[in-house]
Nanobody
Framework: QVQLVESGGGLVQAGGSLRLSCAAS????????MGWYRQAPGNERELVAS???????NYADSVKGRFTISRDNAGNTAYLQMNSLKPEDTAVYYC???????????????WGQGTQVAVSS
């Protein structure tokens, strides 16, 4: 059983900062890429940022220069540092991870339960 638990969401004023965490636990052999997605009411879920095990990052154009994704040395926790937040960043933020449980496992994508980020103007 693999679990992803997000934390760090909340309410912040425009221009403020938040740091989200995503901790993976359970029967994990290895984790490939980890990512943050968000979904605002009425919108589809969209990629915010992703990071490979080797540290290669990718960002949505809307957050480049404001958000930074990182991972801890063990590779099982991902962070999303969000600076200069805007009202349009308001959404539920989800993390995902490509997890291998067995040596022959090609990886399965797991999702966290989501954490709410609200940015007031």
């Amino acid at each position: 059983q693999v679990q992803l638990v997000e934390s760090g969401g909340g309410l912040v004023q425009a221009g403020g900062s938040l740091r989200l965490s995503c901790a993976a636990s359970g029967s994990i052999l290895s984790i490939g890429s980890m990512g943050w997605y968000r979904q605002a009411p009425g919108n589809e879920r969209e990629l915010v940022a992703s990071i490979t095990r080797g540290g290669i990052t990718n960002y949505a154009d809307s957050v480049k220069g404001r958000f930074t994704i990182s991972r801890d040395n063990a590779g099982n926790t991902a962070y999303l540092q969000m600076n200069s937040l805007k009202p349009e960043d308001t959404a539920v933020y989800y993390c995902n991870a490509d997890v291998a449980v067995y040596p022959w496992d090609r990886g399965t994508v797991y999702w966290g339960q989501g954490t709410q980020v609200a940015v007031s103007s």
